[in-house]
T-cell receptor, first 112, second 113 residues
Framework: GQNIDQPTEMTATEGAIVQINCTYQTSGFNGLFWYQQHAGEAPTFLSYNVLDGLEEKGRFSSFLSRSKGYSYLLLKELQMKDSASYLCAVRDQVRSNYQLIWGAGTKLIIKP | NAGVTQTPKFQVLKTGQSMTLQCAQDMNHEYMSWYRQDPGMGLRLIHYSVGAGITDQGEVPNGYNVSRSTTEDFPLRLLSAAPSQTSVYFC????????????FGPGTRLTVT
């Protein structure tokens, strides 16, 4: 079947590093997205991985291993504004028009 | 650019009422989608459109209709509201080409009593 798993909630300290994991099962993998969603707001795009390896963008990095069905989002130098939910989504080429399968999201709480 | 706009931001309906959630984008995107977001669940696709005049069903289409008469607008109609449709609704758009990054509207929080 098709499924995405990510932890429900994580807590980290301001200034530290946190890694949010995402595992997926899909029949036609064609890319993985990470989105950030602050409470009461819309999701906003963070990163896109389609090949294995690490993509770095400022304080945020995203890693993909297609053979393991695994990705992680790495957040460095955590700031209070990073408190949000982080959504993992996989694009599936088997679904018509490459629809996305979404995880339930990981709520990240940053403590001073 | 305003991006993706949605109205209303909040709505309360009684069971059996109908209404239309509005969505518009000014980025000339061909692809538009409607999602619902419920606690503890991932975003679920209701309906989507790949261009003016073309719509198709997503994962959870029952109880909803859409139309796409222009590139800019993609309204979502609730035919006869039910408490199970209490949710936050997001409209999104994206380009046909490229990384397929989606741009989301601010959402409509709907409560059906």
């Amino acid at each position: 079947g098709q499924n995405i798993d990510q932890p429900t909630e994580m807590t980290a300290t301001e200034g530290a590093i946190v890694q949010i994991n995402c595992t997926y099962q899909t029949s036609g993998f064609n890319g993985l997205f990470w989105y950030q969603q602050h409470a009461g707001e819309a999701p906003t795009f963070l990163s896109y991985n389609v090949l294995d390896g690490l993509e770095e963008k400022g304080r945020f990095s995203s890693f993909l291993s297609r053979s393991k069905g695994y990705s992680y989002l790495l957040l460095k130098e955590l700031q209070m504004k990073d408190s949000a939910s982080y959504l993992c989504a996989v694009r599936d080429q088997v679904r018509s028009n490459y629809q996305l399968i979404w995880g339930a999201g990981t709520k990240l709480i940053i403590k001073p | 650019n305003a991006g993706v706009t949605q109205t209303p931001k909040f709505q309360v309906l009684k069971t059996g009422q109908s209404m239309t959630l509005q969505c518009a984008q000014d980025m000339n995107h061909e692809y538009m989608s409607w999602y619902r977001q419920d606690p503890g669940m991932g975003l679920r696709l209701i309906h989507y459109s790949v261009g003016a005049g073309i719509t198709d069903q997503g994962e959870v289409p029952n109880g909803y209709n859409v139309s796409r008469s222009t590139t800019e607008d993609f309204p979502l109609r609730l035919l006869s509201a039910a408490p199970s449709q209490t949710s936050v609704y997001f409209c999104a758009s994206r380009n046909r080409e490229g990384s397929y990054e989606q741009y989301f509207g601010p959402g409509t929080r709907l409560t059906v009593t």
